[in-house]
């Protein structure tokens, strides 16, 4: 009986893996597909000169929510005031910080409490006061002063109360945006008003020299952890986001950059405040609102770098980011698991999470006791070792195919690097990643799972960051599920 049952759960590993290999090769050809498709890399002229000239251009508030961000938070408002676009304004919201952030805000900035009808469209945490700065350079600053919430929906839900736009960036203080990023991203929705949401590529900013708030040197990062962490961002914005936008069937819009419609976000209850993905649960949410009162939609991938973020340099710090990632999409799945092959819900209930169920969110459990499975049959020795060998070089093949075919990608579009040298890293962490990172990532994620179904308290922890000075510093570890998944 033992025999029989190890017989069949090697062929469902086997056929299991040639399934997830199809679907990257089809996610490939789909990808690329949607980057010949798509001339966003650079904004036209022409739709820059419209943008900048047109009475119709839509506003745009960017919101970004500090917590205990004193080291950093002057460079990083600077960064995101740079904003080359005719109609923004950014809000910061000081989500209840113990340090001197609001304090430093409003010294620097020359800022002033002032009147406001705050309306709670989301109900967060109390609102304490708003503030605006007396300098007409810093006329598009906003700072919402609030209780602490616990999480980053709960602020980002708070400056979408206080905002005045109908589209909204949702970011993290400490992100560099790229000068354009709103103009790059606000060209979809121009083409096309089923646009929901527009997600532009994210990377990591580990290892770039920045001053006054600008990338002005573009180099791999110097740690292992993220640079492995910047091969994953490429594959997921690339070759994942990329091909499911193809064929709008994106599962998420990463929580560290993403652009939204705000009625659409307001209408589905905004940002879900116990969710420890609350950018995947916000995208099935806008999804499910629209099918709901059958609204056409669009969720769009767009192949330009337009934010930087700082990616864990550490496995402790990695290990508390994917654990909570890992339980945020369990959390997503039992939570709505009414949408899984439901077609009143379209491509998302048919195809997306059916996919993401079977292939992000099962493969670490069958990966882990395939692990399992391996040692104990070379215990026993009752592993057949040539075919063993076989099967792991193609498998392995693939993963560094699919890590060149990434790099290409990335380096086409003009993307991560200005040098074609810089790539070397990124060729040599594809090489190293199935053995140095991606089990880690396995494990973690079945900590996760398994945090979730025993109960155990949540703990968003620290994020321990350098900054852009080089000096560490622990802020609060409310950002989201980030890139969600490999894909």
């Known amino acids: 009986m033992k025999e029989l049952i190890l017989y069949f759960y090697g062929y469902i590993v086997f056929f299991y893996s040639m399934g997830l290999i199809i679907s990257y090769v089809i996610l490939m050809v789909l990808a690329e597909i949607g980057i010949l498709r798509k001339k966003y890399h650079h904004l036209p002229e022409y739709s820059k000169y419209m943008i900048d000239t047109s009475p119709y251009t839509p506003g745009v508030s960017i919101v970004a929510p500090a917590y205990n961000e004193e080291r950093t938070i002057v460079d990083n408002v600077n960064s995101l005031l740079s904003q080359d676009y005719p109609l923004f304004e950014v809000i910061i919201v000081n989500d209840g910080s113990r340090d001197k952030t609001l304090e430093l805000l409003i010294e620097n900035f020359s800022l002033v409490e002032v009147p406001f009808a705050y309306v709670e469209y989301i109900h967060t945490k109390p ?49 560099i945006l790229s000068k354009d990023a709103i103009a790059q991203c606000i060209q979809p929705i121009l083409e096309s008003r089923d646009v929901i949401a527009v997600s532009g590529v994210m990377t990591s900013s580990n290892g770039c020299t920045v001053k006054n708030g600008r990338i002005v040197k573009r180099l791999p990062p110097h740690t292992p952890w993220a640079l492995f962490q910047t091969l994953e961002y490429m594959r997921s914005f690339l070759v994942g986001k990329m091909g499911w936008s193809t064929i709008n069937a994106m599962p998420n819009v990463s929580g560290g950059y993403g652009l939204f419609d705000k009625k659409i976000v307001i209408a589905a209850g905004g940002y879900s405040s116990d969710s420890f993905a609350e950018d995947m649960d916000m995208i099935i949410r806008m999804v499910g609102y629209c099918c709901d009162f059958k609204r056409k939609y669009r969720i769009v991938q767009i192949p330009a770098n337009c934010c930087w973020t700082e990616v864990p340099a550490t496995l402790t710090t990695l290990s508390r980011q994917r654990i909570r990632w890992g339980r945020g999409l369990i959390q997503t799945f039992m939570r709505h698991r009414r949408f ?41 020795g009752t592993v057949n070792w040539r075919s063993a060998l076989v099967i792991f070089l193609a498998i392995y093949t693939f993963c560094v195919i699919l890590g060149m075919v990434v790099i290409l990608y990335d380096y086409m579009i003009g993307g991560t690097f200005r040098k074609a040298r810089s790539y070397m890293w990124i060729v040599l962490a594809a090489f190293l990643e199935p053995f140095l990172y991606h089990p880690f990532i396995v494990f973690f994620s079945i900590r996760g799972y398994f945090n979730y179904l025993v109960n155990k308290r949540a703990v968003w922890g620290e994020m321990t960051r350098k900054g852009f000075s080089g000096k560490k510093n622990k802020v609060k570890a409310a950002e989201s599920s980030g890139v969600g998944g490999t894909l």
Request: aromatic content about 20%.
């Open 340 to 380: 899984i092959f439901n077609y009143k819900y379209r491509r998302l209930g048919m195809v997306t999470l059916p996919y993401v169920f079977i292939f992000e969110f099962i493969a670490p459990v069958i990966e882990f006791f395939g692990i399992l499975l391996f040692v104990y049959q070379a215990f026993t």
């Open 127 to 175: 609102y304490k006061r708003l503030f605006k700065s007396t300098n007409p350079e810093y006329k598009r600053l906003i700072v919402v002063d609030k209780e602490n919430g616990g999480t980053k929906a709960d602020a980002v839900n708070a400056g979408l109360n206080a905002s005045s736009y109908p589209y909204f960036i949702n970011t993290d203080v400490d992100c």
